[in-house]
């Protein structure tokens, strides 16, 4: 029997594994033994048809791919990047990266070709939270643990559909909810999630800074804040407390679309309870303005001093399995590695440890920034940003101005595989292993449980052999996963709170470890947690006439974003189609359309075919189609945050027709 941990949400749930049997672990803390669909059936997903098991490679993409050799992909691959200025290579990868293939990257592209231009698809996903936690908290760290809800009265869920989206976290929700434990959702649907809540509150998208503020202002107004905690351990009290004075109230709750009766039955439940936990995911990130909702949000818990102590504290769900991995490495072209930035005392700790003189001061490019850059060499690991990217009629005509386009993916059928020119196939989740932090800060081993197919590579071997290539021999000499960690893991003490050295990567699928256990304070540097004031600015794009529907986009339980490990025709796990659009009864009523029947959705930016599903669980005038189907961001609108440069797929104007109508 060996031990491993599931590679899809970043709930990371421990699993066990015997030839042709995986069921979860029953002494792994995170699930006790509980998986869901997607868990349970990695090893499906290894031996399907759809796998990558050959480089290929072509001139040009109008022309089918032919079938290369490593050497002669690599050559070409490192010969290109030589001749090109460092400024015009990118290097897009992924929060399912495992942290090995992260350091690797990392090193290559910051510490040895020199271009900060190395960003990952985190940047669409958990940017807004790492630049929230860093404002106010001081670094990007998150003060609080899943287990934490046992020990909570509340939990607000916000923005976030555990249900479908962090499914063993949400059993262990139902659990604690047995032991007591009060459950809010806000959100615009009455998701699967909502339907576990004591009070759910149907916020109009968009609405979230002035719900938080709304409680932040009342919380000071009535004097129940934590006065002692403000005094001592924050910054910018007064400010707030000024600012809040004159806030429009009414407007503001007008903008939340709910009703008094509903704010006040919250907020009696919210001053009643003693241990609070919010827990927030993309429906607050993925917005013009994510990096203020985090700030609004987290707001809260410092008022309160509900932080720092057990069974508080705001709870960033992390998506993919090793987001967080990636984010300590430092794979974001916004940091230079282990939470460390780009001024010189940083830089020049990072080039004394991988012995280089090449780092630039200056960050680079942004996994929403590269496919504007006019760049020459674009590498994508682990992930497809043709089908992620918002406005994707523009991402086509951007990246086919690329000259090379590089993709590595253990799958043949992504949608960026039609713009490559090579492609370069990985070894998947159980074919190679390695480590991954999950939500909460605890770091795992993925195992190898099979042989790997003979001509696949691990993601870090892949980027070594294109390091190696470039005459970079000694700094890239690594024999296995362990060997990188280990490197990583002496890098990681340039970071006076960060503690991963004391892991140690033999016992890790035994025993998880849980770095950043004993930190209780702010990470400023005085010390000191930040207020911050932030208000609505109405930045997203406007409904109109012509676009009258704000369209929401998500996740269903059993499907992991392109399917190309979960839309299986062996699995089958499909218990939401992958194409629906759900429309409220009284607009599907106006438009004259019915329940299955087959719609149009534009927005300024394409069209999409899809099947309306009619149901009150969503708002009147927003629409939700799920991102199983590959192509709805022909829809979303590319407005970004400004800080966090992070998209706005959540609120895009949309209009809906009946398909036959169209026809007529
Ligand atoms: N089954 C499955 N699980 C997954 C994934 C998957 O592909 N499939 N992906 C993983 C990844 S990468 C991620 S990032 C997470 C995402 O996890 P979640 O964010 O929980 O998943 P979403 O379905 O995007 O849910 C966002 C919710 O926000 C709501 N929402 C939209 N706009 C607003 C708003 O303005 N305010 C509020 N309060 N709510 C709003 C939406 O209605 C939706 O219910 O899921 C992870 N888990
Ligand atoms: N409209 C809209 N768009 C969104 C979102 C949304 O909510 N709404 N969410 C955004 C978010 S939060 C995210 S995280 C992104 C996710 O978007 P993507 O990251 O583009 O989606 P995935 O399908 O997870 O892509 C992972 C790719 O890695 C490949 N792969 C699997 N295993 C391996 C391996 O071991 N090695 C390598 N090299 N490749 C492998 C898979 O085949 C797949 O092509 O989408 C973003 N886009
Ligand atoms: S909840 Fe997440 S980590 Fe756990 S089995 Fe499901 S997908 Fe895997
Ligand atoms: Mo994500």
């Given at each position: 029997?060996?031990?491993?941990v599931?590679?899809?949400?970043?709930?990371?749930?421990?699993?066990?594994?015997e030839?042709n049997?995986?069921?979860?672990?029953?002494a792994y803390?995170?699930?006790?033994?509980?998986?869901?669909?997607?868990?349970?059936?990695?090893l499906?997903?290894?031996?399907t048809e759809?796998?990558?098991?050959?480089?290929?490679?072509?001139?040009?993409i109008n022309?089918?791919?032919?079938?290369?050799?490593?050497?002669e992909a690599?050559?070409?691959?490192?010969?290109?990047?030589?001749q090109?200025?460092k400024?015009?290579i990118?290097?897009?990868?992924?929060?399912?990266?495992?942290?090995e293939?992260?350091?690797i990257?990392?090193?290559?592209?910051?510490g040895?070709?020199?271009?900060?231009?190395?960003?990952?698809?985190?940047?669409t996903?958990?940017a807004?939270?790492?630049?929230?936690?860093?404002?106010?908290?001081g670094?990007?760290?998150?003060?609080?643990?899943?287990?934490?809800?046992?020990?909570?009265?509340?939990?607000?869920?916000?923005?976030a559909n555990?249900a479908e989206?962090?499914?063993v976290?949400h059993?262990?929700?139902?659990?604690a909810?047995?032991?007591?434990?009060?459950?809010?959702?806000?959100?615009?649907?009455?998701?699967?999630?909502?339907?576990?809540?004591?009070?759910?509150?149907?916020?109009?998208?968009?609405?979230?800074?002035?719900f938080?503020?709304?409680?932040?202002k009342?919380?000071?107004?009535?004097?129940?804040?934590?006065?002692?905690?403000?005094?001592?351990?924050?910054?910018?009290?007064?400010?707030?407390?000024?600012k809040f004075?004159?806030?429009?109230?009414?407007k503001?709750?007008?903008?939340?679309?709910?009703?008094?009766?509903?704010?006040?039955e919250?907020?009696n439940?919210?001053?009643e309870?003693?241990?609070?936990?919010?827990?927030?995911?993309m429906?607050?990130n993925?917005?013009v303005?994510?990096?203020?909702k985090?700030?609004?949000?987290?707001?809260?818990?410092?008022?309160?001093?509900?932080?720092?102590?057990e069974?508080?504290?705001?709870?960033?769900?992390t998506?993919?399995?090793?987001?967080?991995g990636?984010?300590?490495v430092?794979?974001?072209s916004?940091?230079?590695?282990?939470?460390l930035?780009?001024?010189r005392?940083?830089?020049?700790?990072?080039?004394?440890?991988?012995k280089?003189?090449?780092?630039?001061?200056?960050?680079g490019l942004?996994a929403?920034q590269?496919?504007d850059a006019?760049?020459?060499?674009?590498?994508?690991?682990?992930?497809?940003?043709?089908?992620?990217?918002?406005?994707?009629?523009?991402?086509?005509r951007?990246i086919?101005?690329?000259?090379?386009?590089?993709?590595?993916?253990?799958y043949?059928?992504?949608?960026?595989?039609?713009?490559?020119h090579?492609?370069?196939p990985?070894a998947?989740?159980g074919e190679?292993?390695?480590?991954?932090?999950?939500?909460?800060?605890?770091?795992?081993?993925?195992?190898?449980?099979?042989?790997?197919?003979?001509?696949?590579?691990?993601d870090?071997?892949?980027f070594?052999?294109?390091a190696q290539?470039?005459?970079?021999?000694?700094?890239?000499?690594?024999?296995?996963?362990?060997?990188?960690?280990e490197?990583?893991?002496?890098?990681?003490?340039l970071?006076?709170?960060?503690?991963?050295s004391?892991?140690?990567?033999?016992?890790?699928?035994?025993?998880?470890?849980?770095?950043?256990?004993?930190i209780?304070?702010?990470?400023?540097?005085d010390?000191?947690g930040?207020?911050?004031?932030?208000?609505?600015?109405?930045?997203?794009?406007?409904i109109?006439?012509e676009?009258?529907?704000?369209?929401?986009?998500?996740?269903?339980?059993d499907?992991?974003?392109?399917?190309t490990?979960?839309?299986l025709?062996?699995?089958?796990?499909k218990?939401?189609?992958?194409?629906?659009?759900?429309?409220?009864?009284?607009?599907?009523?106006?438009?004259?359309?019915?329940?299955?029947?087959?719609?149009?959705?534009?927005s300024?930016?394409?069209?999409?075919i899809?099947?309306?599903?009619v149901?009150e669980?969503?708002?009147?005038?927003s629409l939700?189609?799920?991102?199983?189907?590959?192509e709805?961001?022909?829809?979303?609108n590319?407005?970004?945050?400004?800080?966090?440069l992070e998209?706005?797929?959540?609120?895009?104007?949309?209009?809906?027709?009946?398909?036959?109508?169209?026809?007529?």
């Amino acid at each position: 029997m060996i031990k491993s941990v599931c590679g899809y949400c970043g709930v990371g749930c421990g699993l066990e594994y015997e030839p042709n049997k995986l069921i979860g672990d029953i002494a792994y803390p995170t699930n006790e033994g509980k998986v869901c669909s997607k868990g349970v059936s990695e090893l499906i997903s290894i031996e399907t048809e759809t796998r990558l098991l050959r480089p290929q490679i072509r001139q040009n993409i109008n022309e089918p791919f032919q079938t290369t050799s490593w050497d002669e992909a690599i050559e070409r691959v490192a010969s290109t990047i030589k001749q090109t200025p460092k400024d015009k290579i990118g290097f897009y990868l992924s929060g399912q990266l495992l942290t090995e293939d992260y350091y690797i990257a990392n090193k290559l592209a910051k510490g040895f070709i020199g271009t900060n231009n190395i960003d990952t698809n985190s940047r669409t996903c958990m940017a807004s939270a790492v630049v929230g936690y860093k404002k106010s908290l001081g670094a990007d760290f998150v003060p609080v643990r899943m287990e934490d809800i046992f020990k909570a009265n509340l939990l607000i869920l916000t923005g976030a559909n555990t249900a479908e989206a962090h499914v063993v976290f949400h059993n262990n929700i139902k659990k604690a909810k047995k032991q007591g434990l009060k459950v809010v959702v806000i959100d615009p649907r009455f998701t699967d999630t909502a339907k576990i809540a004591d009070i759910y509150l149907p916020i109009k998208a968009g609405g979230d800074i002035d719900f938080f503020n709304l409680l932040s202002k009342r919380l000071i107004d009535e004097e129940q804040y934590n006065k002692p905690f403000v005094k001592k351990y924050l910054n910018g009290f007064e400010l707030l407390k000024n600012k809040f004075k004159r806030a429009a109230v009414t407007k503001m709750l007008k903008r939340t679309g709910l009703t008094q009766e509903q704010f006040d039955e919250f907020y009696n439940l919210y001053i009643e309870s003693e241990n609070i936990i919010t827990a927030w995911t993309m429906g607050l990130n993925q917005s013009v303005q994510g990096v203020d909702k985090n700030l609004a949000l987290i707001n809260t818990h410092l008022l309160t001093g509900k932080i720092f102590k057990e069974g508080n504290g705001p709870l960033s769900l992390t998506g993919q399995p090793n987001a967080m991995g990636g984010r300590e490495v430092g794979g974001l072209s916004t940091m230079l590695a282990v939470h460390l930035g780009f001024d010189r005392e940083s830089i020049d700790k990072v080039s004394k440890f991988w012995k280089t003189d090449k780092i630039d001061n200056q960050v680079g490019l942004t996994a929403t920034q590269m496919l504007d850059a006019n760049l020459d060499v674009l590498i994508i690991c682990h992930t497809d940003p043709v089908y992620h990217l918002p406005n994707r009629h523009h991402t086509q005509r951007q990246i086919k101005n690329i000259p090379l386009v590089v993709e590595i993916n253990a799958y043949q059928n992504s949608e960026t595989s039609h713009y490559a020119h090579i492609q370069l196939p990985a070894a998947p989740w159980g074919e190679k292993e390695g480590i991954q932090t999950n939500l909460d800060r605890t770091i795992t081993k993925q195992e190898k449980l099979t042989r790997t197919s003979i001509e696949c590579r691990a993601d870090w071997m892949i980027f070594q052999l294109i390091a190696q290539e470039l005459g970079f021999k000694e700094a890239f000499d690594f024999k296995n996963p362990k060997a990188i960690f280990e490197e990583y893991q002496q890098m990681t003490k340039l970071n006076r709170y960060m503690d991963i050295s004391q892991a140690n990567y033999d016992e890790l699928s035994q025993k998880p470890f849980i770095w950043g256990k004993k930190i209780k304070h702010f990470l400023t540097p005085d010390r000191k947690g930040n207020l911050f004031y932030v208000e609505n600015r109405l930045l997203s794009e406007k409904i109109s006439l012509e676009y009258p529907f704000i369209l929401l986009t998500g996740r269903t339980r059993d499907q992991w974003h392109t399917g190309t490990k979960t839309n299986l025709p062996s699995t089958l796990l499909k218990y939401k189609p992958l194409n629906f659009c759900e429309i409220h009864p009284e607009d599907a009523k106006k438009l004259g359309i019915d329940d299955g029947e087959s719609i149009q959705v534009s927005s300024k930016r394409g069209t999409i075919i899809t099947v309306a599903v009619v149901t009150e669980s969503i708002r009147p005038k927003s629409l939700f189609i799920p991102i199983s189907n590959r192509e709805v961001n022909f829809l979303t609108n590319d407005l970004l945050d400004r800080e966090s440069l992070e998209p706005d797929y959540n609120h895009s104007a949309v209009k809906v027709e009946r398909l036959d109508n169209e026809k007529e």
